[in-house]
């Protein structure tokens, strides 16, 4: 049991290139969360997805976007990446809005 | 608007003390309560949860107190250890949210 998994694990980015985040969980849960926590500071979420094809956005979503296209995997896009892009990204997964497991963290850095 | 802070960016205490560590919310509607701990370069790790219809929760080393009327968590780890030195968020969610909120964080340091 993996718990929550996220690929890749540190990225380096020009600005104006794309990328795409992987999130994989093995538990089943329903909700799926996407984060970004710059050094220092809190979470923010980005988007979520409740179930298996939906999405939303959460409170810093431009510049991302998500698909959840099977129950188990979340992904998040940088369609064009900028400097203010630099950050560490977490995912998270929950049975519901409440108790989220959290990924081990992808480190981007953009250029 | 809602809000979720915590009272001191960096708590400094001696192994083997009780360390406490408090966040304030603003919204009266929450009925969720969460804390995490996050290590240096890892993800944040659930410690322990409180719905708003209990006041207090134990769990190994750890205690969640939440006191309604004046919208007050905090979290007290006993004989506090090396390994206790993170980074804890508190976090909030209200029904019907399908997100939590969470605080900025607080360092506890753990002095040998």
């Known amino acids: 049991n993996a718990g929550v998994t996220q690929t890749p694990k540190f990225r380096v980015l020009k600005t104006g290139q794309s990328m795409t985040l992987l999130c994989a969980q093995d538990m089943n849960h329903e909700y799926m969360y996407w984060y970004r926590q710059d050094p220092g500071m809190g979470l923010r979420l980005i988007h979520y997805s409740v179930g298996e094809g939906t999405t939303a956005k959460g409170e810093v979503p431009d510049g991302y976007n998500v698909s959840r296209l099977k129950k188990q995997n979340f992904l998040l896009g940088l369609e064009s990446a900028a400097p203010s892009q630099t950050s560490v990204y977490f995912c998270?997964?929950?049975?519901?809005?409440?108790?989220?497991?959290f990924g081990p963290g992808t480190r981007l850095l953009v250029l | 608007g809602e809000s979720v802070g915590l009272h001191l960016p960096t708590l400094s205490v001696q192994e083997g003390d009780n360390s406490i560590i408090n966040c304030a919310y603003s919204?009266?509607?929450?009925?969720?309560f969460i804390w995490y701990k996050q290590e240096s370069g890892k993800g944040p790790q659930f410690i322990i949860d409180?719905?708003?219809?209990?006041d207090k929760r134990q769990g190994q080393r750890v205690t969640v107190l939440l006191n309604k009327t004046v919208k007050h968590l905090s979290l007290q780890i006993a004989a506090t250890q090396p390994g206790d030195s993170a980074v804890y968020f508190c976090?909030?969610?209200?029904?019907?949210?399908?997100?939590?909120?969470f605080g900025s964080g607080t360092r506890l340091q753990v002095q040998p």
């Open positions: 409180i719905r708003s219809n209990m």
């Open positions: 919204n009266s509607a929450s009925d969720y």
């Open positions: 976090a909030e969610n209200t029904a019907g949210r399908r997100a939590l909120t």
């Open positions: 998270a997964s929950g049975g519901g809005a409440k108790t989220q497991y």
